[in-house]
Nanobody, 117 residues
Framework: QVHVVESGGGLVQAGESLRLSCVAHGTIFTFNINGWYRRAPGKQRELVASINKAGLTNYADSVLGRFTISRSDDKTTLYLEMTNLKPGDTAVYYC???????????WGQGTQVTVSS
């Protein structure tokens, strides 16, 4: 069954770093867009970073210059390197593949990132 498992979250202080991983089971990340999303308490889910088939990346303005998305050579894992974390980055982080008005993959459990000031 196709699914993803996110990991790497935790509780950190502002200014610290974390590296998130998203492992795909039953598929690989070679879709047109492969993305990291987050959902903060009381807010809608937002796309924070994406990497396309060719490896080109795109970032939300709020994380530009601080977050880096990458992919393993075998395309089974997406990474999100997060530096200089801010309290506003506190959220549950997920990976998925946007497609038309929906998503190709079943949402995983996500990984909680909490940044204290």
């Amino acid at each position: 069954q196709v699914h993803v498992v996110e990991s790497g979250g935790g509780l950190v202080q502002a200014g610290e770093s974390l590296r998130l991983s998203c492992v795909a089971h039953g598929t690989i990340f070679t879709f047109n867009i492969n993305g990291w999303y987050r959902r903060a308490p009381g807010k809608q889910r937002e796309l924070v970073a994406s990497i396309n088939k060719a490896g080109l990346t795109n970032y939300a303005d709020s994380v530009l210059g601080r977050f880096t998305i990458s992919r393993s050579d075998d395309k089974t894992t997406l990474y999100l390197e997060m530096t200089n974390l801010k309290p506003g980055d506190t959220a549950v982080y997920y990976c998925n593949v946007p497609f038309q008005e929906s998503y190709l993959l079943t949402w995983g459990q996500g990984t909680q990132v909490t940044v204290s000031s």
